[in-house]
């Protein structure tokens, strides 16, 4: 009986141990699951840190972009409308400049209606005249506006109109000059009316 007693006893030692070993093995999963649990709770504040500052350099960026497309927007539409305005006042400069020769052309005609002989009259209208052509010159010459070159008969500087007999030029080259020629830069702005020699 005795060593049923201590087989008894052993086996409720055994029980007492295993029950002890499943106890700590509880005990160590919820400390394990407690930790594990914590380690995920910080790994998600960590993840939502994150999150939320790439979420706020994105609206950053995003603002950033929306400013920048609005500045090129203004920019696009003030350079348009000082294309147009430049369009639209391109010829201020030149138009200025005529107004010398307009200015002559007054002072000869008062000239004119002046208290003077017939041919200082005459004499007076041809000053204003040459004042008046010298004015349109210096206003041309300030715009690159030039006359065409007469040397050399050109078909496209020059439009020859009438053909004559001449013993001063060969044939085929200019004669007379009817009307001036002008070029603007490179660009002809209207051909010199000519007569070519036969």
Do not use: C
């Not at 007693?5 to 699951?33: F, G, R, S, Y």
């Not at 790994?43 to 840190?49: L, V």
């Not at 004119?112 to 005249?129: I, T």
């Amino acid at each position: 009986m005795k060593e049923d007693n201590n087989k008894t006893e052993d086996i409720n030692n055994d029980v007492d141990i295993e029950e002890e070993l499943a106890q700590k093995q509880d005990e160590t999963t919820v400390d394990e699951d407690l930790k594990f649990a914590s380690l995920d709770e910080e790994f998600k504040i960590k993840m939502q840190n994150k999150v939320d500052k790439a979420n706020k350099e994105a609206k950053e960026a995003k603002d950033k972009l929306l400013r920048a497309y609005a500045d090129f927007e203004n920019f696009k539409k003030q350079i348009s409308k000082e294309k147009y305005s430049a369009i639209d006042y391109a010829s201020e400069k030149f138009a200025k400049d005529l107004l010398a020769p307009i200015d002559a052309l007054q002072m000869a005609i008062v000239s004119a209606k002046g208290d003077f002989e017939p041919s200082q009259v005459v004499q007076k209208l041809q000053e204003g005249m040459e004042l008046t052509l010298k004015a349109f010159n210096k206003a041309f010459e300030a715009h690159d506006i030039t006359e065409v070159e007469y040397d050399k008969f050109d078909p496209e500087l020059h439009n020859a109109v009438m053909k004559v007999d001449s013993q001063e030029v060969k044939a085929g080259e200019i004669v007379q000059v009817m009307q001036k020629g002008y070029q603007y830069k490179d660009r002809l702005l209207r051909e010199a009316m000519v007569s070519i020699a036969n």
